[in-house]
């Protein structure tokens, strides 16, 4: 009990997380708030996700790739997650404290903007995969843009401008990497031409 009253206080001081949980050092689920998603789960196991792996390799907060939770809902999501460690040898890990990242507030950021038609703004993950949408009609549509020539120049450090074919359109796409803690998401702005 002790530990999901944690996982409810973090998430009452954090509005762009809507899931708290707590991964065993073996991978096992421990908890996770709320707990009516806890009850959904298919996976017991998570030692395969790039979040638990990262928080654990780098000891310090890892922000994880846009995956498919494995809750009933299967919504879209990205795991910022930190290793915890004994306070007894503060060198043996206890677990990882992880928390699901709310697209649906990062979409309502960038829809706030206002982008004038033929005009989005994207924020893709290290993959390639789409975290957030300026366009309200595709914001919950799962799109790579890994492929994009825009997308590669950012992720090797590179911000400019270059002519893209996005969905059999071209577009001018101006690109930023984005230093996301151990791991770089980009920025993409695309203008029909």
């Avoid at 998570?46 to 809902?73: E, H, L, P």
């Avoid at 799962?142 to 969905?167: C, H, R, W, Y």
């Amino acid at each position: 009990m002790e530990k999901r009253q944690v996982a409810k206080n973090i998430m009452a001081s954090n509005s762009d997380l809507y899931k708290i949980f707590f991964i065993m050092p073996n991978g096992d689920m421990y908890l996770l708030e709320p707990y009516s998603i806890q009850k959904t789960l298919t996976l017991n196991n998570y030692a395969f996700r790039d979040y638990f792996q990262g928080a654990i390799k780098t000891n310090d907060i890892y922000v994880g790739n846009v995956i498919v939770s494995a809750a009933a809902s299967a919504d879209r999501e990205a795991v910022i997650a930190v290793s915890v460690y004994s306070l007894k040898d503060n060198s043996t890990i206890v677990g990882v404290w992880g928390g699901s990242i709310d697209f649906g507030i990062l979409n309502k950021e960038l829809q706030s903007l206002k982008i004038p038609p033929g005009e989005r703004v994207i924020y893709a993950g290290y993959k390639g995969q789409k975290v957030a949408d300026s366009d309200i009609t595709e914001s919950k549509i799962p799109e790579s843009f890994a492929n994009l020539n825009s997308f590669k120049n950012a992720m090797n450090g590179q911000s400019g401008s270059t002519i893209d074919t996005v969905n059999n359109t071209k577009m001018l796409v101006t690109y930023q990497p984005v230093k996301v803690f151990h791991n770089t998401w980009v920025v993409l702005l695309m203008m029909m031409i």
